[in-house]
């Protein structure tokens, strides 16, 4: 193991183990308003300062690190899968299924899938609660999240049916099921380890963006992309650079899983 | 055999485009808020005048009517006139495509440029430092919001096409930099290096025709990123685009100018798919 | 090079701000959305102008005007040798065409709506080229003052509603982008030492939704005015450029809250019968800490509210209200006397169901998210547990006027007039913008009957004293009653830069560029 792969599994598990640990450090909860320290700045009771209503912001970062780093991943694994079967199976098949299955990604790229999710939000009760919204929305995420990478996947799969050491199984009797799985999926692996990634980040500020529609985690539940969002204020947060704190988090948690799937990544 | 392969692209590319429209259209009608308009909050207006806001909308509440009745008029030239904004929706989509085209299109540039630059070095070089600093300034750029990164963009005074470019760069990126590390561990590609043959003429004639019907397909799809960053970037950076359209038609529930949107996103999209898949049968190893 | 030239635009005479949106229209009869009623503004020319410092109705293109005694005719004699923009002549034709179109029922004219006080026609006598009477069919309260929104179209002209008696004229118009008015040559007013008005020569108008970036702009000298400013940035200008914020004290906006009391919603039963009992709403009111939500979410640029109208309506404001007093604890009391339980750390009603509810608000509102969750770390402290949900406009809109899915709602209400007949929509039983049940065929409750008779009583009359002692009773039966949970009214906001000269913010619509004719540029 590379130095820096240590380093990174050392950082996820200690990020891990801070969300596990929230409740402990963070004992009054992500919820708590301190109404006489509102947007207040790092201090010795709140290590990263309150928020507009006086909550602490350690707090929210702590907690809300259980919900992005959970599902987060369980939606790009979902967006992965889904990527592999579509697009992988159908630039193995080839032909007319192939076309198809190409121009239902292409559609399903360049539908307005805004009003799904609007209807989605409809369906669901108003006091449903926080937790099965913020799984709702992951899961519509990973459902939604696969286009891009299915494409890239057919395009790679029909290239390697074409290629030599296919062709040479495939002549030696070996069973299509078999064949795509021992000969053609592992080759799928470094579109499949790049989908991953990119769609980890990509999920989490996405949930933030839902909470426009009423999906998304509610309030007073915190995610990484709820934080993310104050950084919208730009203008007003530049003197501020604790707010930074949920950014510089983020990158060092979606670096830390690169440097650990890269060793994956290399053996592909 | 590429000719029809073109033929073969041109009718899906018409069908996908016909029923995209219809779907869009159909998630468009069924969203709630369809029949309301902000409007009828205002406590100056009688029932008289909500009820005929509510009924000017009565003519979109049958979507295969609607639908039928756009495309008639659509063989016409006329595409409708917006709900929202009041204008025929041709004029609008005049104004606005030429700018979309140009910012899009230079941030897809940008982006490549910065892409091919960043992840052919990574390939070639084989540093682990220089791998994971690309990787970090990537992975930094992912977890940004796009509206920061617009918003970036106006406070340091940049063009959209930047913005747009620093959106789409990690998302292509790490799918790039993967294929062409996957490329260079080839054996043949192996074999090549150990020979002695030159670095550029084993990117150019082993690694290149391997990645590059990948690399096309990702191109096609960087399009659709590039059409969906334009929302944000349009709309902080005040550039009167398609982009900026789209959202307030979206929130306005503005249905003749939504599906035609759309029908242009789509078509977009397919053609750059198309596009990129039958360049990729020329220089081989496409699905067929 | 570049940078210099914002700096030489507004040397010429050019005033550069935004409009938060899409102007939808450019006939001043259409009318309704913000950015249309800016540009309105800036180029229609009315009869009556209310001066938005004075709060007094000045003669504009009328010289001088008269209302019958009961309420129902006004007869203007207007000025003479006025030209439209395009030089088209002004007369009482003008005015005339000008009332029949706004008046006609297929138009749904929103200014038009606003003179429908009964059933029938008006009617328009053309007396002289400089003199006419307008009838209605019933009282119009305030019927004079009403003209302020009336901007007159020109009968003859081929620009139609582009032909303009205002200070200012749309030059061009780049959709999505920005809008360009230009001086009109043909404006008829002059300063009191005969200089031709307006004194700028023009006003580009910036389409940008975006706060952030309006405050960086006018940060960076593109800008010489925000209209309405967050009060946030207003406190980041504070400390670096105090002479070029304003506050201008409480608006007539108000943030308020309400419950579902629809019969048909779709709600089970034990929480309609929450809704529906006032003591339950009067709890949930004085559960809420008003001041630290005017503290924390508007920065102290915000005040409690008292009830449906802000002390900055001065004259319609029933000083006889009393601030509602937070006290979480009277609040748990009442709702004990009603037969709910407070059972660790829930509270459950008679039947033991616990006390659970959602509060919709629009997404995007930034100070409405806050408050929301302000309500429900509040309503905790009484066992009252709050989901809160926000949603896209257009969705909760269709719940609060269609589905009536919807248990409570946090929303505001922007008053660009003072008189409260512009509410008459909300206040009668009978109408669509009745929030917290709408149409009701029949008054539902004693208290919504009385309220009616004393809105048609204001009305009908033409006594000021009759119509505030009526109206007063109405705000003090919404206070009892609650049927709108007043939180906070907002303080008029905003930013001028210092090139600007003449500008005098106030809290009326528009702020800050109310007397545009008279605004320079150093």
């Known amino acids: 193991m590379t130095i820096w792969r240590g380093m990174a599994c050392a950082v996820l598990v200690l990020v891990v183990c801070l969300s596990l640990f929230a409740s402990w450090l963070a004992p009054d909860g992500y919820a708590k308003q301190y109404r006489e320290v509102a947007d207040a700045p790092p201090s010795a009771t709140h290590w990263l300062g309150t928020d507009e209503i006086g909550r602490d912001r350690f707090a929210r970062v702590l907690y809300g690190t259980r919900i992005s780093l959970l599902l987060a991943p369980a939606a790009a694994l979902l967006s992965t899968l889904m990527a592999a079967l579509i697009g992988g199976l159908a630039g193995y098949v080839g032909g007319a299924w192939a076309r198809i299955a190409m121009a239902i990604t292409d559609l399903f790229l360049s539908l307005p899938w805004l009003f799904l999710l609007i209807t989605v939000r409809a369906l669901l009760p108003l006091n449903v609660s926080p937790l099965v919204s913020v799984l709702v929305t992951f899961l519509m995420l990973g459902l939604l999240g696969w286009t891009a990478a299915a494409r890239v996947l057919c395009t790679t799969a029909g290239t390697l049916r074409g290629s030599d050491f296919v062709r040479q199984a495939r002549a030696s009797g070996i069973s299509p099921t078999r064949l795509f799985w021992i000969h053609v999926a592992p080759n799928l692996k470094p579109v499949l380890y790049a989908q991953f990634w990119i769609s980890i980040p990509v999920f989490i500020l996405s949930e933030a963006n839902l909470g426009i529609l009423g999906l998304g985690v509610a309030e007073p539940m915190p995610s990484w992309g709820s934080l993310l969002r104050e950084l919208e204020g730009l203008v007003s947060i530049g003197e501020q650079p604790w707010k930074f704190v949920s950014l510089l988090l983020l990158v060092i948690v979606v670096t830390s899983f690169q440097l650990v799937l890269s060793q994956e990544e290399a053996a592909a | 055999m590429l000719g029809q392969k073109i033929a073969r692209h041109g009718i899906t590319i018409v069908a996908t485009v016909l029923i995209g429209a219809l779907v869009s259209a159909t998630l468009v009608r069924l969203a709630p808020g369809f029949d309301t308009d902000e409007a009828q909050l205002d406590p100056h207006l009688s029932s008289s005048s909500i009820e005929a806001l509510r009924q000017s909308r009565l003519e979109q509440h049958n979507v295969l009517a609607f639908y039928v009745r756009s495309l008639k008029r659509a063989t016409h030239g006329d595409l409708g006139t917006s709900i929202s904004l009041g204008q025929p929706v041709s004029q609008l989509l005049k104004e606005r495509v030429p700018l979309t085209i140009r910012l899009a299109g230079m941030g897809l540039l940008l982006s490549w440029a910065i892409v091919l630059a960043l992840a052919l070095t990574a390939a070639w070089l084989r540093l682990t430092a220089y791998d994971t600093l690309a990787t970090m300034l990537s992975g930094t750029l992912l977890c940004m919001p796009a509206a920061v990164l617009a918003l970036l963009s106006v406070l340091w005074n940049m063009p959209g096409a930047l913005a747009i470019a620093l959106i789409i760069f990690p998302r292509d990126f790490r799918f790039t930099r993967n294929l062409l590390a996957k490329a260079y561990a080839l054996p043949h590609v192996l074999a090549a290096r150990a020979s002695g043959i030159s670095e550029s003429r084993i990117l150019f004639r082993q690694v290149v025709p391997v990645v590059l019907p990948q690399l096309l397909a990702l191109a096609g799809v960087s399009i659709s990123l590039a059409l969906g960053a334009a929302i944000p970037v349009e709309a902080l950076c005040g550039l009167a685009g398609v982009g900026q359209l789209a959202w307030q038609a979206a929130l306005a529930r503005d249905l003749p100018l939504l599906v035609n949107i759309t029908t242009l996103v789509t078509l977009v999209t397919l053609l750059a798919n198309s596009s990129a898949d039958v360049i990729g049968h020329m220089f081989g190893g496409q699905p067929s | ?522």
């Not at chain 3, 009328?62 to 088209?88: E, M, N, Y």
């Open chain 3, 1 to 522: 090079m570049l940078g210099l030239l914002p700096a030489l635009a507004a040397a010429q005479g050019e005033l550069r701000f935004c409009l938060r949106s899409e102007p939808k229209t450019f006939d001043p009869l259409k009318v309704e959305d913000d950015a249309s009623v800016a540009v309105r503004y800036l180029t229609g020319g009315v009869l009556v102008r209310m001066n938005r410092q004075t709060q007094a109705l000045e003669p504009e293109l009328a010289q001088s005007w008269k209302v019958s005694k009961d309420g129902k005719q006004i007869t203007f004699k207007l000025r003479s040798g006025i030209s439209f923009s395009d030089g088209t002549p002004f007369s009482a034709e003008d005015v005339a065409y000008t009332v029949r179109q706004m008046m006609d029922p297929a138009l749904h004219s929103p200014t038009g709506d606003a003179f429908r006080s009964g059933p029938g026609n008006v009617e328009t006598k053309i007396i002289s080229p400089t003199q006419i009477s307008i009838t209605f069919p019933a009282s119009v309260a305030g019927l004079d003052r009403q003209f302020d929104q009336v901007a007159i179209v020109s009968a003859h002209s081929p620009k139609k509603e582009m032909a303009v008696l205002g200070p200012f004229m749309v030059a061009e118009y780049k959709s999505g982008a920005s809008l360009l008015l230009k001086r009109n040559p043909n404006y008829w007013k002059t300063d009191a030492q005969g200089r031709k008005l307006p004194y700028l020569d023009s006003i580009k108008l910036d389409i940008q939704p975006n706060r952030d970036v309006e405050m960086l702009r006018f940060k960076r000298n593109e800008l010489d005015l925000i209209n309405s400013l967050d009060s946030e940035y207003f406190d980041k200008l504070a400390t670096t450029a105090p002479q070029v914020v304003h506050d201008a004290g409480p608006s007539l906006d108000s943030e308020q809250m309400w419950f579902n009391e629809v019969a048909k919603a779709p709600l089970p039963p034990y929480k309609k019968a929450w809704f529906r009992s006032a003591a339950f709403r009067r709890a949930v009111s004085q559960a809420i800490n008003r001041d630290d939500m005017a503290r924390l979410v508007f920065r102290g640029h915000a005040q409690p509210a008292m009830g449906p109208f802000s002390p900055a309506n001065k004259f319609w404001f029933d000083a006889k209200l009393k601030p509602i007093a937070y006290s979480p604890d009277a609040a748990l009391k009442s709702l004990q006397s009603e037969g709910f339980r407070f059972e660790n750390g829930t509270l459950k009603d008679k039947d033991g169901n616990p006390v659970v509810f959602s509060i919709i608000t629009n997404s995007g509102n930034k100070y409405r998210e806050r408050m929301a969750t302000m309500i429900q770390d509040d309503l905790q402290k009484i066992g009252i547990h709050i989901n809160v949900v926000t949603l896209d406009f257009p969705s909760l809109i269709e719940r609060m006027t269609q589905s009536f899915d919807y248990e409570a709602i946090l929303l505001g209400l922007t008053n660009v007039g003072l008189d409260p007949n512009e509410e008459m929509n909300v206040w009668l039983s009978s109408s669509e913008n009745h929030q917290w049940n709408p149409k009701e065929p029949a008054p539902e409750t004693t208290w919504e009957a009385e309220i009616d008779r004393l809105m048609r009583l204001q009305a009908s009359s033409a006594d000021p004293k009759k119509r505030k002692e009526a109206f007063d009773r109405v705000q003090e039966i919404v206070v009892e009653q609650s049927p709108f949970i007043f939180l906070v009214n907002r303080n008029a906001l905003s930013a001028v830069a210092q090139d600007v000269q003449g500008a005098a913010p106030v809290i009326l619509v528009p702020q800050t560029y109310w007397n545009v004719e008279r605004i320079s540029l150093k």
